[in-house]
């Protein structure tokens, strides 16, 4: 149960992803997010947060560039 309610996040992930608008595939991080294998949880466990990740950049201008990346 828990494997198809993740395989549904993912799925919804992917299609509201202004990103996979661009291409054919979704991006590698995300791939490799959904490729991982979860452990068992608890029956009342309804969400498992695989990618939570962020990059922040200060260019020499001082622009503050953040990358996030999030899969449940």
């Known amino acids: 149960m828990i ?3 993740l395989g549904l996040c993912f799925v ?5 992803l202004p990103v996979a608008a661009f ?3 979704a ?11 979860v ?3 608890d029956k ?3 969400t498992v947060v695989l990618v ?8 020499e201008d ?4 953040t990358v996030s990346s999030y899969a449940v």
């Not at 919804?12 to 509201?16: C, D, G, K, N, S």
């Open 12 to 16: 919804i992930a992917v299609a509201a």
């Open 23 to 25: 291409g054919d595939e």
């Open 39 to 41: 452990p068992a949880y």
């Open 3 to 5: 494997l198809r309610f």
């Open 62 to 65: 001082g622009r503050v560039t």
């Open 27 to 37: 991006p590698l991080w995300l791939q490799q997010a959904a490729a991982l294998k």
């Open 44 to 46: 009342k466990t309804s």
């Open 52 to 59: 939570d990740e962020s990059t922040m950049t200060v260019g």
